[in-house]
């Protein structure tokens, strides 16, 4: 019995270790970790919202309208199964010190970790563990509270971004639409800043969104937005700039798509989502040639200067497509982005819709042939 008692209140001090570990390291560790609570809470409400709440079957508005609480509602989860685990972690632990049923042990530990005093401590080795348990419930709160603000200073960062393309790319963003803009105001020949602008905001994604894995799934305060359509849409404003515009700067768009491809990439990663890393230039993309040639006339009756060869910019913006096309409409996917052109209007590649396998653990991705990564940014 004794051996038993001792085993029990081991695994009680492990399971107590665990979650406090978990919770540092989902709240305070600034670099993307495998947290198993974290992604057992965030995939299994995922499960709740994606395939029963919002089901496939459901409109987009509905759909829209649920999704918008998954993220909140699994921050909210996230601390009481850590509260839950801690209270059972102390509950084998208080039943392997003191004889009594479980169910006195079960109390004790809740009288604890609610501080409420319901139940007090008989014994002195009881009232330290109560002690020590009543602290790791205030340190988890406190965690989950400093957590919170981190969280939507970082979501309001990104949607500003987001809203301003609205005003340069409309609604829902289109390419064409924010070259035509640009081209309308005199800002096609200097879009050296935006370029870099949105550079600035990929490299902030990829760190943000890696650390905080529910933040991918935050929705825009207004429907008809999202981050991942916001990326394709500016790298293929990026793309269309760079393959298709006669005597423009290449560098910085250039580097935007570097930066952009590379952020979408390591989501996909983080998420499990399989890609190629390594595409070559003339691989199928999802665009096809009769819609280039249509964003191309439409480009031209607006009187920007094109280059001259239109067969050799479609290679080229195949060539900047190719990197993120894949990882792009997954995502899109995945997260049930709205309504727009060349990123959530059509299926992946291989009408295979993608899943989120984990959260954090990564996998290796396809490679084909060992060649190296293939981007027109390395010649520019």
């Given at each position: ?24 390291r989902t709240t305070v560790l600034p670099r993307s970790a495998q947290v198993g609570i974290t992604r057992f809470v965030f995939r299994g409400m995922r499960w709740i919202f994606f395939q029963v709440l919002a ?123 924010m070259l035509s803009r640009y081209h309308r105001i005199g800002w096609l020949d200097n879009a050296t800043e935006t370029w870099l602008d949105w550079e600035r905001w990929f490299a902030e994604i990829e760190e ?173």
């Open positions: 019995m004794i051996a038993l008692r001792t085993l029990v209140f081991l695994l009680g001090v492990a399971i107590a270790l665990w979650t406090v570990m978990s919770a540092l089901g496939p079957s459901r409109s987009f508005a509905t759909r829209d309208r649920i999704l918008a609480l998954y993220g909140p509602v699994s921050l909210l989860a996230l601390p009481i199964v850590w509260l839950i685990l801690i209270d059972f972690a102390y509950s084998l632990m208080f039943w392997a010190l003191e004889p009594g049923s479980f169910m006195d042990a079960t109390s004790l530990s809740g009288s604890s970790i609610t501080t409420l005093g319901f139940t007090p401590a008989a014994t002195g080795v009881q009232r330290i563990l109560a002690f020590t348990e009543a602290g790791w419930g205030l340190i988890l709160v406190t965690l989950m509270i400093t957590y919170l603000p981190s969280i939507y200073s970082t979501f309001a960062r990104r949607e500003t971004q987001v809203s301003l393309l609205e005003v340069r790319a409309g609604d829902p963003p289109s390419a064409v639409v943000s969104h890696t650390t905080f894995p529910i933040l991918p799934f935050f929705r825009s305060p207004q429907p008809q937005r999202s981050w991942v359509t916001a990326s394709g849409t500016v790298l293929d404003a990026a793309a269309i700039y760079l393959s298709c515009i006669e005597g423009v700067q290449q560098g910085p768009a250039g580097v935007c798509i570097r930066s952009g491809f590379l952020t979408l990439r390591r989501l996909a990663d983080f998420f499990g989502i399989e890609f190629d890393p390594d595409p070559a230039p003339d691989d199928p993309i999802s665009i096809s040639r009769a819609e280039f040639d249509d964003a191309w006339r439409r480009l031209d009756e607006e009187g920007i200067a094109l280059k001259d060869d239109q067969d050799q910019a479609w290679r080229d913006f195949a060539g900047w497509r190719v990197n993120y096309d894949t990882v792009l409409l997954a995502l899109a996917e995945v997260t049930v982005a709205p309504y727009a052109p060349w990123s959530s209007d059509r299926s992946s590649p291989s009408h295979e819709e993608p899943k989120v396998s984990r959260f954090g653990r990564r996998v290796r991705s396809k490679v084909k042939g060992g060649r190296s990564e293939r981007s027109r940014v390395d010649a520019s």
